[in-house]
């Protein structure tokens, strides 16, 4: 069992930064696969990025290319999305999410273990 925690949302004005913290206890996280996703007021909830066991391989959604980017400590159990360049568009709940893989994956049904969440809201 994996047990995963998000935490640096908050409220930041468009063209801002934010870094996003996903903190892993349990087994091995260093194992796993790692995604981030996000759900928006009435809407489904969305790929992000993801990161494989190493941290050698990402991959990111067409919206975040280029602003977002997903890295890894292993020694510390923990996934970084480090949010730049953040639009009203980027406002929705952040998840994290590790899957019992070492490969990255953009499916929800990759991932086995999810975290509650954190806000982040962008005003325009």
């Known amino acids: 069992q994996v047990h995963l925690v998000e935490s640096g949302g908050g409220l930041v004005q468009a063209g801002g930064s934010l870094r996003l913290s996903c903190a892993a206890s349990?087994?091995?996280?260093?194992?796993?696969?790692v995604g981030w996703f996000r759900q928006a007021p009435g809407k489904e909830r969305e790929f992000v990025a993801t990161?494989?066991?190493?941290?050698?391989?990402?991959y990111y959604a067409d919206s975040v290319k280029g602003r977002f980017t997903i890295s890894r400590d292993n020694a510390k159990n923990a996934v970084y999305l480090q949010m730049n360049s953040l639009k009203p568009d980027d406002t929705a709940v952040y998840y994290c999410?590790?899957?019992?893989?070492?490969?990255?994956?953009?499916?929800?049904?990759?991932?086995?273990?999810w975290g509650q969440g954190t806000q982040v809201t962008v005003s325009s």
């Open positions: 990161i494989s066991w190493s941290g050698g391989s990402t």
């Open positions: 999410a590790a899957a019992e893989k070492s490969a990255y994956g953009i499916r929800e049904g990759w991932y086995d273990y």
């Open positions: 349990g087994r091995t996280f260093s194992s796993y696969a």
